[in-house]
């Protein structure tokens, strides 16, 4: 070999080298609908440089459902989800290894609330056959928290009509115009709705009375999600990330609200800065609704497991069958905590 092909080879190596380092310290993410309040400590991770401090390089894709976020993360497309532990319950049946490293809440602060015609004649879930419901996608965690109220008087998912309609304004507009009997879905949504007379709830996860009326207890709702290959290739990437998002988390919960809200994006809010500011504030004061440190209980997966079964094929006659313990790995969550010292 002469000295120029020597140094070409060198030059290569280096460079390999370099990119291989790079990857290793870079994460893509799919976020089920990115403006959702659940999802606010990506966007703050983000705004306060907290993934520039761990030394991970992030680059986020608004899939715009919980329903596309898996298919991301199944196909490979992302390496970290923003959606909801429902997921992982779904896909680890048929072999697919998601597992939950981070929980956000014990509610989607989901509401269900119908126009004020139908809510007049309203006594039981069993007075929604027939209806237009409206959700983020089906799916999704709301459609999800629809069929758990269809199940409560023996409905299933074909006695109603879903529609998806997104988690932005055509929520908004598909409820306005008329296309819909009644939406489930969440704010800020829901209290621009309600905000504006059109509709009427019938059953409000933002209380806890609301929680455990739905889900039967304080269940597994917004999550981090990755797949078991993911943290093989890249545990530290997956710590590092863990740990700019359980900071942003605390600042979340903890911050003035003030702070928070001026590192929004507006077009998370758009009209709606007093609603989305009032859902901040409900949030840290209602008891439960809130995963303190971003780790999962046993006790909560096992309500969301058994919530599932009552309408998923997949799931339902198999809960003692289901390795609860696999499907969730708090390390990085404890690692990050334990890093950051005592929330202040």
Same mark, same amino acid.
């Given at each position: ?11 290569? *190596?280096?460079? *390999? ?24 400590? *990506? ?18 894709? $608004? ?45 989607? @602060? ?14 039981? &879930?069993? $007075? ?49 115009? @008329? ?85 929004? &994006?507006?077009?998370?809010?758009? &009209? ?48 003692? $069958? ?23």
């Amino acid at each position: 070999m002469n000295k120029r092909m020597f140094l070409v080879a060198v030059v290569s *190596l280096l460079t *390999l080298g370099l990119a291989q380092a790079r990857a290793a310290d870079e994460i893509s993410v799919a976020v089920g609908g990115k403006a959702i309040i659940a999802y606010l400590p *990506l966007t703050l991770a983000d705004e306060l440089g907290y993934f520039k401090d761990a030394g991970v390089t992030v680059t986020v894709n $608004d899939v715009g459902s919980g329903t596309k976020m898996a298919e991301a993360l199944v196909g490979g497309s992302a390496e970290i989800g923003f959606g909801s532990y429902e997921h992982v319950l779904h896909l680890r049946p048929k072999g697919i290894d998601v597992v939950l490293i981070t929980l956000f809440n014990h509610t989607y @602060g989901v509401v269900a609330g119908l126009d004020k015609a139908h809510a007049a004649k309203y006594h039981s &879930p069993k $007075d929604l056959k027939g209806l237009r419901m409206g959700v983020i996608a089906p799916g999704s965690s709301m459609d999800v928290a629809l069929q758990l109220l269809l199940a409560k008087d023996g409905l299933g998912h074909d006695d109603v009509s879903v529609i998806g309609v997104g988690a932005g304004a055509g929520a908004i507009a598909a409820m306005k115009s @008329g296309q819909l009997d009644g939406i489930v879905h969440a704010d800020p949504i829901i209290s621009r709705l309600l905000q504006d007379g059109d509709i009427v709830p019938i059953v409000d996860t933002r209380t806890e009375a609301g929680i455990k009326y739905l889900y039967n207890g304080f269940f597994a709702g917004s999550a981090v999600l990755t797949r078991e290959a993911i943290i093989k290739a890249k545990p530290k990437a997956v710590q590092e990330f863990t740990t700019a998002v359980i900071r942003a988390f605390r600042f979340m919960q903890h911050a003035p609200v003030d702070e928070v809200m001026k590192l929004v &994006p507006k077009e998370y809010y758009g &009209p709606d800065s007093d609603i989305y500011r009032q859902t901040l504030i409900t949030d840290r004061d209602v008891p439960g609704i809130f995963a303190p440190s971003g780790a999962i209980d046993v006790d909560s997966a096992r309500t969301t497991l058994n919530d599932l079964a009552i309408f998923d094929p997949v799931l339902k006659g198999h809960e003692k $069958d289901f390795d609860i313990a696999a499907s969730y790995d708090n390390r990085f969550v404890d690692e990050a905590n334990r890093k950051l010292g005592p929330a202040k």
